[in-house]
């Protein structure tokens, strides 16, 4: 057992890349007990020979695709490189060359996920993604198999570290949003571009792969409505405090008897919800199943060395199926074919805020509206009154989303309101 090998491939040498692959090399001497073999790393395919990195030995380096998938020694493919493509083509050559696949690309799983994983049960190869949502926290394992014995009805979490942090940083220490983002960038928590963090379409991404999972049917990107935080304000934080409430973006994904409802926006969370406590830049998801009933996952949603901790976990998973003969043991779960309902058909509380005529009748006015299209009014609240204008909070019961859209459209052509200020849906 001691000489038995089991190679493999990294493709991609960034910062998940080289975390990987310092992870395998610290633990190389545990991995026969771990495994049953030794785990090594036969060839890195990087973009360029000619770049220096440090602790890394030169002569595993290659520009040569055909070069790994080719080798019959390698049996293992770990895609670190990200995007679609080349990935989406070399996962597909990989696989269809006999190869396992472990893969940190949540772009390409919540795009291709299903034909991707059709095609690695066609070769009965294990195709194993766990890094690609929320970073070291072990959620898609659990969902395929801890809770395999339970009917998820709801998964929902902080999936993106950058907008936990910014939010955070506008809550705890009052910044506004430039300055939080300004900050995040600094520390490297978000990107020189981070619409993807900041408009939602990274958690979207994974929660489609979440719900896709939860709920043992197929969801894409597409599927998934987003919103960001670039709206949130000053002033809706301290209504966030003073209702003993905090602002998060969350992923949430609901399975109902009418379809799945799934989207990612920014949510007025009650301080008592587990997710609530979540702050900086640290990642959380929380499940509801009808045996397990709550549970929370938490910890480091990105970073090179907890991302690399999930990737050289799934080796490790692949190279003991390896051992064992069982390979594709576990692949995809979507055996059901539900639809996703269409959001303007999903029902949420809201919080909203608008500045209004300070007048007689202006309130009655805004309930009519709202009355006229099915919206109930929870709690009002007036503020900042002033001479000729006056501040309006209004927190709503459960509505539908086109039902609260249409009332806020015929707001906006009345006189006596001169803007709504903000609209955030409430948990």
Not at 55 to 66: C, F, H, M, Q, S
Not at 178 to 206: I, Q, S
Not at 355 to 377: D, M, W
Request: aromatic residues 6%; proline residues 3%; negative net charge.
């Amino acid at each position: 057992m001691e000489n038995k090998k089991i190679k493999v491939a990294l493709l991609g040498l960034g910062t998940v890349g080289g975390g990987v692959y310092k992870l395998i090399q610290r633990r190389s001497e545990s991995m026969i007990h771990t495994v049953g073999a030794k785990l090594e790393v036969e060839k890195i395919l990087v973009h360029s020979l000619h770049k220096k990195r440090e602790g890394v030995d030169t002569e595993l380096l290659t520009t040569d695709w055909k070069s790994i998938v080719n080798d019959p020694e390698i049996q293992i493919v770990i895609e670190v490189m990200g995007g679609i493509e080349p990935a989406k083509s070399m996962i597909e050559e990989a696989l269809g060359a006999g190869k396992h696949v472990v893969t940190a690309n949540k772009d390409l799983m919540a795009e291709h996920g299903g034909e991707l994983l059709d095609l690695a049960a066609a070769h009965g190869c294990d195709l194993l993604f766990e890094a690609s949502v929320a970073g070291a926290i072990p959620i898609i394992r659990p969902l395929k198999q801890c809770l395999a014995g339970n009917e998820i009805s709801e998964v929902m979490g902080i999936v993106n570290g950058t907008t936990n942090y910014i939010l955070t940083k506008m809550f705890e220490e009052n910044m506004d949003f430039k300055t939080a983002l300004a900050k995040a960038t600094e520390l490297g928590y978000a990107e020189a571009d981070p619409t993807a963090d900041v408009e939602g379409l990274d958690a979207g991404r994974k929660a489609a792969i979440l719900s896709s999972i939860a709920f043992h049917s197929r969801v894409q990107f597409k599927d998934v409505y987003t919103e960001g935080i670039t709206k949130i304000t000053a002033e809706d934080i301290a209504y966030a405090k003073e209702f003993d409430c905090v602002i998060k973006l969350l992923a949430v994904a609901h399975n109902t008897d009418k379809g799945i409802e799934v989207g990612v926006y920014p949510v007025l969370l009650g301080k008592e919800h587990p997710l609530s406590s979540v702050r900086d830049s640290f990642n959380a998801v929380f499940v509801h199943g009808d045996a397990v009933d709550d549970a929370m996952f938490y910890g480091r949603g990105a970073g090179e060395m907890p991302t690399a901790s999930a990737v050289v976990g799934d080796v490790i998973d692949v190279a003991r199926n390896l051992q064992f003969g069982c390979n594709g043991r576990i692949s995809c779960t979507c055996y059901q074919d539900l639809p996703v309902k269409p959001f303007d058909e999903v029902k949420n509380k809201f919080f909203l805020r608008m500045q209004v005529k300070n007048e007689p009748g202006v309130l009655a006015k805004v309930a009519s509206v709202f009355g006229g299209h099915k919206v109930s009014i929870r709690r009002v609240v007036q503020k900042h009154v002033q001479e000729e204008a006056a501040e309006l909070v209004i927190s709503t019961e459960k509505v539908k989303e086109y039902h609260i859209k249409d009332a806020l459209r015929e707001l906006q052509k009345m006189d006596s309101i001169s803007e709504i200020s903000s609209m955030i849906r409430e948990y």
